[in-house]
């Protein structure tokens, strides 16, 4: 659904809540100000998607997307590896982790890559999901928190606030903070299909309102300075 230019500022009026010293306030999220700041674009060349192989699990999963794996499999098999489907048969399309949930299985045999990344000619990992999306094979792209990376999104506990925070990774993600930099993009604005995709337009319009604002009164203080 496309909002007009006036239904976009109804709703991010309507959304809106406040800011605070390093966060800002929509709904029942906090969102941290580095959401806003720091400036990321995926420097694919230089990381090799290595957020696919680096971590203590396979990719966070919603509840909401096993059954859309269950559904999606038989049609994202063949864009995978024979060892990543032995591994699937095995231990299942995904595997329940005490510390995080449902995740996506790792093959240990691969420096524990997630079981649907596959590696290019050039050793760039490519998600088996978003290329079976892309091919229209399937509809729907890949899970939710990769797509989001490097904003991770945790959920509030006994009605407390969700968070969306921003957590690139030490020494992978340089080339993409840097490249960020470069092409003057802020990582809510890079993410902005995701970001949607997850919380809704009308949460990303407030957001949006929120990081001009932000930056706006940042450079009034810079400029008194």
Same mark, same amino acid.
């Given at each position: 659904q496309?909002? &007009?230019?006036r239904e976009k500022n109804k709703?991010?009026?309507?959304?809106y809540l406040c800011q605070k010293p390093g966060v800002i306030v929509i709904d029942n999220i906090l969102v941290a100000d580095d959401v806003v700041e720091k400036q990321f674009v995926c420097d694919l060349s230089k990381c090799k998607g290595g957020c696919c192989e680096e971590g203590d699990a396979g990719a966070p999963l919603d509840d909401s997307e096993l059954d859309t794996i269950l559904d999606v499999y038989e049609k994202v098999k063949p864009y995978l590896t024979p060892d990543a489907r032995k591994e699937i048969e095995r231990n299942g399309k995904y595997v329940y982790s005490r510390?995080?949930?449902w995740v996506t299985p790792t093959l240990s &045999?691969?420096?524990e890559i997630c079981v649907y990344g596959v590696r290019d000619e050039k050793g760039i990992i490519k998600c088996a999901?978003?290329?079976?999306?892309?091919?229209?094979?399937?509809?729907?792209?890949?899970?939710v928190s990769c797509h989001l990376f490097p904003i991770i999104a945790y959920k509030g506990r006994n009605g407390d606030y969700n968070r969306v925070n921003y957590e690139?990774?030490?020494?992978? *993600?340089?080339?993409? *903070? &840097? /490249?960020?930099k470069k092409l003057e993009v802020r990582t809510y604005e890079f993410l902005k299909e995701p970001l949607?995709?997850?919380?809704?337009?009308?949460?990303?319009?407030?957001?949006?309102?929120a990081a001009n604002l932000h930056h706006s009164s940042r450079q009034?203080?810079?400029?008194? /300075?």
């Amino acid at each position: 659904q496309k909002y &007009s230019e006036r239904e976009k500022n109804k709703a991010a009026d309507r959304t809106y809540l406040c800011q605070k010293p390093g966060v800002i306030v929509i709904d029942n999220i906090l969102v941290a100000d580095d959401v806003v700041e720091k400036q990321f674009v995926c420097d694919l060349s230089k990381c090799k998607g290595g957020c696919c192989e680096e971590g203590d699990a396979g990719a966070p999963l919603d509840d909401s997307e096993l059954d859309t794996i269950l559904d999606v499999y038989e049609k994202v098999k063949p864009y995978l590896t024979p060892d990543a489907r032995k591994e699937i048969e095995r231990n299942g399309k995904y595997v329940y982790s005490r510390e995080f949930g449902w995740v996506t299985p790792t093959l240990s &045999s691969d420096r524990e890559i997630c079981v649907y990344g596959v590696r290019d000619e050039k050793g760039i990992i490519k998600c088996a999901f978003e290329q079976a999306y892309n091919d229209g094979i399937i509809p729907w792209k890949k899970p939710v928190s990769c797509h989001l990376f490097p904003i991770i999104a945790y959920k509030g506990r006994n009605g407390d606030y969700n968070r969306v925070n921003y957590e690139p990774r030490e020494k992978l *993600c340089n080339p993409a *903070c &840097s /490249l960020g930099k470069k092409l003057e993009v802020r990582t809510y604005e890079f993410l902005k299909e995701p970001l949607i995709r997850k919380f809704g337009e009308a949460f990303y319009n407030a957001l949006d309102k929120a990081a001009n604002l932000h930056h706006s009164s940042r450079q009034k203080k810079e400029t008194k /300075l």
